[in-house]
């Protein structure tokens, strides 16, 4: 699948707020960076974590709220 294709539903999965989408990948990425499990299904090993993360949120196995730290 094409990155615009992977792009275009993971804004589908956020509800087309590329804020929120931007937030997500960038913590997603840094918590797979820190050792964190793919969860995207497919082959990852050649990917690069932004491409994993926002994989993830195209296939709908991570959210905003999965990211949001409690205080």
Same mark, same amino acid.
């Given at each position: 699948?094409? /990155? =615009?294709?992977? /792009? %275009?539903?993971?804004?589908?999965?956020? &509800?087309?707020?590329?804020?929120? $989408? +931007? $937030?997500?990948? %960038?913590?997603?990425?840094?918590?797979?960076?820190? &050792?964190?499990?793919? $969860?995207?299904? @497919?082959? /990852? +090993?050649?990917?690069?974590?932004?491409?994993?993360?926002?994989?993830?949120?195209?296939? @709908?196995?991570? @959210? $905003?709220?999965?990211?949001? =730290? =409690?205080?």
């Amino acid at each position: 699948m094409r /990155t =615009e294709q992977i /792009t %275009a539903r993971a804004l589908k999965q956020v &509800g087309d707020d590329r804020y929120k $989408l +931007s $937030l997500i990948v %960038a913590k997603r990425a840094e918590a797979l960076a820190n &050792g964190a499990i793919p $969860l995207a299904e @497919g082959d /990852t +090993s050649k990917m690069k974590f932004a491409d994993i993360a926002l994989l993830e949120v195209a296939q @709908g196995k991570i @959210g $905003l709220e999965a990211i949001v =730290e =409690e205080k």
